[in-house]
Protein backbone atom coordinates (compact mmCIF):
# COMPACT_ATOMS: atom_id res chain seq x y z
CA UNK A 1 0.00 0.00 0.00
CA UNK A 2 1.26 3.72 -0.92
CA UNK A 3 1.13 5.94 1.65
CA UNK A 4 2.05 8.77 -0.63
CA UNK A 5 -1.81 9.28 -0.94
CA UNK A 6 -2.58 9.03 2.55
CA UNK A 7 -0.21 11.08 3.86
CA UNK A 8 -1.06 13.70 0.87
CA UNK A 9 -5.13 13.60 2.45
CA UNK A 10 -3.71 14.36 5.91
CA UNK A 11 -1.48 17.42 4.84
CA UNK A 12 -4.87 18.54 3.33
CA UNK A 13 -6.72 17.78 6.00
CA UNK A 14 -4.40 19.78 8.54
CA UNK A 15 -4.11 22.84 6.38
CA UNK A 16 -7.86 23.00 5.66
CA UNK A 17 -8.33 23.00 9.71
CA UNK A 18 -5.68 25.88 10.39
CA UNK A 19 -7.02 27.57 7.66
CA UNK A 20 -10.74 27.04 9.56
CA UNK A 21 -9.13 28.16 12.48
CA UNK A 22 -8.04 31.44 11.66
CA UNK A 23 -10.87 32.26 9.48
CA UNK A 24 -13.16 31.98 12.59
CA UNK A 25 -10.49 33.76 14.81
CA UNK A 26 -10.72 36.52 12.41
CA UNK A 27 -14.37 36.58 12.49
CA UNK A 28 -14.25 36.80 15.67
CA UNK A 29 -11.81 40.11 16.10
CA UNK A 30 -13.79 41.68 12.83
CA UNK A 31 -17.33 40.80 14.59
CA UNK A 32 -15.69 42.86 18.19
CA UNK A 33 -14.15 45.63 16.04
CA UNK A 34 -17.90 46.21 14.03
CA UNK A 35 -19.79 46.14 17.49
CA UNK A 36 -16.79 48.89 18.98
CA UNK A 37 -17.22 50.82 15.56
CA UNK A 38 -21.05 50.73 15.67
CA UNK A 39 -20.76 52.28 19.08
CA UNK A 40 -18.17 55.17 18.13
CA UNK A 41 -20.76 56.24 15.53
CA UNK A 42 -23.58 56.16 17.56
CA UNK A 43 -21.70 58.69 19.27
CA UNK A 44 -20.15 60.67 16.82
CA UNK A 45 -23.77 60.92 15.63
CA UNK A 46 -24.85 62.22 18.80
CA UNK A 47 -22.53 64.64 19.15
CA UNK A 48 -23.23 65.90 15.46
CA UNK A 49 -27.17 66.08 16.56
CA UNK A 50 -25.95 68.10 19.55
CA UNK A 51 -23.60 70.83 17.46
CA UNK A 52 -26.35 71.24 14.66
CA UNK A 53 -29.09 72.07 17.48
CA UNK A 54 -26.61 74.43 18.98
CA UNK A 55 -25.71 75.85 15.71
CA UNK A 56 -29.28 76.21 14.78
CA UNK A 57 -30.31 78.36 18.38
CA UNK A 58 -27.49 80.10 17.50
CA UNK A 59 -28.80 80.87 14.44
CA UNK A 60 -32.50 82.21 15.68
CA UNK A 61 -30.83 84.36 17.85
CA UNK A 62 -29.15 86.79 15.31
Do not use: E, N
Request: glycine residues 2%; positive net charge; proline residues 2%.
Amino acid sequence: MDLQPLLRWIMTAIVLLVAVVLLSSILKIAGVLLWIALRVLLVLLLIAIVLRFVDVLKQRRR
